[in-house]
């Protein structure tokens, strides 16, 4: 080897060694036949009993053998990485995790196909994402708490209404049972009262949903995502603020689409972005005259989404429709302006889109959630 050759191979050994990602090359079989310090420093630290920090071995029996490999997910990325070697495709990327002496990290790992005198190699790093996930994973708990200050608060508020509308069922209910009191007195036999009974079954259970739904609203739980029907959302929203509705003289027009296909979202949040839009929708018409006083709420199936309207009859908005989703932005004396901009961050997350749009004499505000399996886009 000339010295020039020498010095170029120890300099691009020492440029692969000071790099921070771990760098692995591998042969046609996957036999690992170079890796990089970094490679190395982490077999060591994660513990990793292997001679010459895995050189000479399986790439993919060692990864699997990495203390708490998330062995699924390394499947799959395995599968790719076969994909590339056996030149089905040009590269890829995926993400595996396992135990490090500091606890859970997160890798992303590229293969590259390269080929010399004709001979197959393949160019693997992994890149700590660790910091990245976290971050992610933070902010997504950061916006899970906001949103639930924002529904706790919202619960408190409709708190008058939810008391209100316990109480025509539990006047009844006080009612019935009186009734059949008073007829088991006068002599009535007991199995004339089932029809007085069963309608106090009927309506302690509406009670215990009218609890029930205020509770759900007010619960912290962690965001969990389902198949939802919107329309039964709608429905439940309406239902919670019906006092609300009623109490301000607001006429209500429901227009749901039959057959609305799924979304996958978390009926929580969703719940809680129809209850803004709704909230909003009453502050709006409440400036009206009691006879102007209407909301729409419709459904639309649309290509790859679900459309949802809340639509009023209110003043409007003289802002740009954007200025009115921006954080602490209020015209409400008690508002604190974050209804519009938590509503559109959860539909986002959602991989939606929300806007507002003020024609003639309605005010909109819409958001599109892309249907269950589909891909996201209007
Ligand atoms: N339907 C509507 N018609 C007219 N203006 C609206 C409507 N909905 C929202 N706005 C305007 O957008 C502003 C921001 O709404 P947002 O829901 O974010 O906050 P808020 O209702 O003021 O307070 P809160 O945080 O309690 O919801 C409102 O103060 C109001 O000026
Ligand atoms: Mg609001």
């Known amino acids: 080897m000339s010295v020039s050759a020498e010095l170029s191979e120890q300099l691009l050994?020492?440029?692969l060694d000071a790099l921070p990602v771990y760098l692995l090359l591998l042969d046609a079989a996957g036999g690992i036949i170079f890796a990089n310090a970094a490679w190395?420093?982490?077999?060591?630290?994660?513990?990793?009993?292997?001679?010459?920090?895995?050189?000479?071995e399986d790439y993919f029996a060692?990864?699997?053998?990495?203390?708490?490999c998330d062995a699924r997910a390394f499947r799959t990325a395995a599968a790719s990485i076969r994909d590339v070697l056996h030149g089905r495709r040009e590269s890829c990327s995926s993400e595996f995790s396992c135990e490090t002496g500091e606890g859970r990290s997160w890798y992303e790992l590229h293969a590259r196909r390269v080929e010399t005198k004709g001979r197959p190699l393949l160019v693997v790093t992994h890149l700590d994402i660790t910091a990245r996930k976290q971050a992610k994973e933070n902010a997504i708990r950061q916006h899970a708490e906001l949103a639930h200050i924002a529904r706790v608060a919202t619960a408190g508020e409709i708190m008058a209404g939810v008391a209100h509308e316990l109480n025509q069922p539990l006047t009844?209910?006080?009612n019935y049972a009186q009734g059949c009191v008073t007829r088991l007195r006068d002599g009535v036999a007991a199995g004339e009262l089932t029809g007085a009974l069963s309608q106090i079954m009927r309506l302690a259970q509406k009670s215990g949903d009218i609890i029930r739904r205020t509770r759900n609203m007010a619960r912290k739980s962690p965001p969990r995502r389902s198949t939802l029907n919107v329309n039964d959302l709608v429905h439940e929203v309406l239902q919670i603020l019906h006092h609300e509705l009623v109490a301000h003289g607001v006429?209500?027009?429901?227009?749901?689409?039959?057959?609305?296909?799924?979304?996958?979202g978390d009926a929580v949040q969703v719940h809680q972005v129809l209850t803004n839009l709704v909230l909003n929708a009453i502050a709006a018409v409440k400036q009206m005259d009691h006879a102007q006083r209407e909301l729409h709420v419709t459904s639309h199936a649309r290509r790859r989404s679900v459309e949802v309207s809340v639509i009023d009859s209110g003043p409007g908005f003289a802002e740009t429709p954007d200025k009115l989703?921006?954080?602490?932005?209020?015209?409400?004396?008690d508002g604190l302006g974050m209804g519009l901009t938590?509503?559109?961050?959860?539909?986002?997350?959602?991989?939606?889109?929300?806007?507002?749009?003020?024609?003639?004499?309605?005010?909109?505000?819409r958001f599109w959630l892309p249907i269950q399996g589909g891909a996201a886009g209007v």
């Open 13 to 15: 050994r020492l440029t």
């Open 325 to 333: 989703f921006e954080p602490f932005h209020t015209t409400k004396p």
């Open 62 to 68: 060692l990864c699997e053998t990495l203390p708490g």
């Open 251 to 264: 006429t209500v027009h429901i227009q749901l689409a039959e057959d609305l296909p799924s979304v996958f």
């Open 172 to 174: 009844a209910i006080s």
């Open 40 to 56: 190395t420093r982490f077999t060591r630290a994660v513990g990793l009993c292997t001679p010459h920090a895995g050189v000479g």
């Open 342 to 365: 938590i509503s559109r961050s959860i539909v986002e997350a959602h991989g939606g889109t929300m806007r507002a749009e003020r024609a003639a004499d309605r005010t909109a505000f």
